[in-house]
């Protein structure tokens, strides 16, 4: 046994090491929280880690024990028949404080789990922007509901909240159960068809983080990612006021070209531009989509190269999604992505 403690030091340190450099920072890491939410959660997080952890060492102690007693003192001399063993009265002792400390580790487990509950439902919505988010195979629907229609901002796979501010997201699914996470903002919440749930976020730092749709879906689930940004008051009311605008108007022959590209074949039929006739709910929003940072829900970083191979088709970079794949001559083709890339 002397040797054990050193190897599982080393062991321990490179695990704790890994989780660090991999697990514990960055755009994606529950264990790096930017809100009130995710903050919370790590604590029951880390009070689950370090009593589940203290547990298996006394497992893997009592292991070590166990077998070390099997080959030294099972091994030696025979007990007459009938006559308890010398060794097994500490070995029940120990057993009733290992039951007993298992209660009690649960019971710490259960009330951390019930009051950490109730921290996040009690919450506060005080000034909470309102939005309604909508999860379909494999990308998310996202409107800032206003005061009045008028006020309602409507974009795709894009989050965007102000810091400091609470968010109270309206969470539907179109088909089938889908799973809203962002990691560092707060913890998971399932989209299911027919029935209307909510999640509360309230993010403390400015900075991009990167949400991904946590139940699996179908075919892309993996490419189901949400793009979220956290800015101050003002840069949001900024960006929600240039949300409101309608799209830019063609102003090249060629932007004018993809334009009509657009319009007379089967795009506006499935996807809405505002300020023109395309007027579909079936795919994204594409009003503002050239301000956005990635295309096809986290497929791609966005870029004209991306977007025109997108358009050329989707199948090779999202296979089996739900856009059909347009056949389109190489100038058509060019023409529509500068259009497209033109709304900004
Ligand atoms: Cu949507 Cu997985």
Redesign the pocket.
Same mark, same amino acid.
């Given at each position: 046994m002397s040797a054990h403690p050193s190897t599982w030091q080393r062991a321990c340190s490179a695990i704790a090491l890994t989780v660090l450099v991999v697990g514990c920072s960055g755009r994606q890491a529950a264990l790096d929280p930017a809100g009130d939410q995710a903050a919370t959660i790590e604590i029951l997080w880390t009070l689950m880690l370090w009593m589940c952890g203290f547990m298996y060492l006394l497992v893997l102690i009592f292991l070590g024990h166990a077998l070390w007693r099997a080959r030294h003192v099972l091994s030696s001399e025979p007990v007459p028949h009938g006559a308890q063993r010398p060794a097994e009265r500490p070995l029940r002792m120990a057993l009733a404080g290992w039951f007993g400390l298992i209660v009690g580790g649960l019971i710490v487990l259960s009330l951390g789990s019930f009051f950490i509950d109730r921290s996040l439902a009690n919450a506060r919505l005080d000034n909470a922007i309102k939005i309604k988010i909508t999860? /379909?195979?494999?990308w998310w629907k996202v409107e800032y509901l206003g005061e009045t229609p008028a006020q309602r901002v409507a974009t795709a796979n894009e989050l965007r909240l102000p810091v400091g501010r609470p968010a109270l997201l309206e969470l539907q /699914?179109e088909d089938?159960? !889908?799973?809203f996470w962002i990691p560092n903002l707060g913890g998971k919440q399932d989209?299911i068809p027919g029935r209307i749930n909510s999640l509360l976020l309230t993010p403390r730092r400015e900075g991009e983080y990167r949400g991904? $749709? /946590?139940?699996? $879906?179908?075919l892309? !689930? /993996?490419k189901?990612a949400l793009d979220a940004t956290v800015v101050g008051e003002r840069d949001f009311a900024a960006w929600r006021q240039q949300q409101l605008l309608p799209a830019h108007a063609p102003s090249t022959p060629e932007q004018l070209r993809g334009h009509e590209i657009f319009m007379s074949g089967p795009c506006a039929s499935c996807h809405q531009i505002v300020g023109t006739p395309a007027a579909g709910q079936n795919g994204p929003n594409l009003t503002h989509l050239a301000s956005r940072r990635t295309i096809a829900a986290g497929a791609r970083p966005y870029s004209f190269e991306a977007l025109r191979d997108w358009l050329r088709d989707p199948h090779t970079i999202k296979p089996g999604n739900h856009m059909p794949q347009v056949q389109l001559s190489n100038s058509d083709l060019h023409a529509l992505t500068s259009y497209l890339d033109s709304l900004k």
């Open positions: 999860a /379909a195979q494999w /699914a089938v159960i !889908h799973s989209l991904q $749709c /946590a139940e699996f $879906c179908g892309q !689930h /993996a189901m």
